[in-house]
Structures are given as structure tokens and as C-alpha cells.
């Protein structure tokens, strides 16, 4: 059975800090593309960052520069590293793996909220 437990989010004022988590089980994490999504009120998901199995990362434009994703395979974890937090940012974040070649090998998070508030 596959699972991703996502951890961290809750409340910060802009400009802060947040690191979510996504641990992995059930899959084989290495060869795997991680992505980082979120969802605002009233809008569509959109991605936020990726970092393939073959070690390339993507970042959405407006993320650049202020969040990072990382992973330890040998965690079976990745990472999104969040800083100088704006109020746009607000929204449920949710993990996604997805296998690289196989159609239908696609899994959530459960979602974690992210409020940037003062």
C-alpha cells in the first residue's frame, strides 16, 4: 500500500520560515518524480516545485529563489524549504509521486495548510 504522510505547515507572519515533509512508503522513492502542489481558495492547483529521480528540480515563478525542494532517498522523503513567506502563499499544500514511465503510478498527500498572516 502506498502512502504519503505529509508533515509541518501551520501559521506564519510574512516573511517567515516553513519546511513541509512528505515521507514515502510502498514505492520505490528513488526513481520517482516528487512534486510539491497547492491549492489557494477559490483556485486551481498549481505546481509549486519538482525534483525528478534523475535530480533535476523546477520551480514555479513565483517561488524562485524563496523556496527550495529537497530529497533523501534514503529517507524516502522530500522536503519543501519555504522562506520570506508572503500572504499569496497561503494555501493547502500537497505532495505528489508520480513513476516516470508507468501510466496510473500517481499518488497524493494528504494536504497541509499554510497560512501567511500577520
Known amino acids: 500500500q502506498v502512502q504519503l504522510v505529509q508533515s509541518g505547515g501551520g501559521l506564519v507572519q510574512p516573511g517567515g520560515s516553513l519546511r513541509l515533509s512528505c515521507a514515502a512508503s510502498?514505492?520505490?522513492?528513488?526513481?520517482?518524480?516528487m512534486t510539491w502542489y497547492r491549492q489557494a481558495p477559490g483556485k486551481q492547483r498549481e505546481l509549486v516545485a519538482t525534483f525528478t529521480g534523475g535530480g533535476r528540480t523546477n520551480y514555479a515563478d513565483s517561488v524562485k529563489g524563496r523556496f527550495t525542494i529537497s530529497r533523501d532517498n534514503a529517507k524516502n522523503t522530500v522536503y519543501l524549504q519555504m522562506n520570506s513567506l508572503k500572504p499569496e502563499d497561503t494555501a493547502v499544500y500537497y505532495c505528489n509521486a508520480r513513476h516516470p514511465r508507468l501510466t496510473g503510478e500517481d499518488y497524493w498527500g494528504q494536504g497541509t495548510q499554510v497560512t501567511v498572516s500577520s
Open positions: 510502498g514505492i520505490i522513492f528513488g526513481i520517482y518524480t
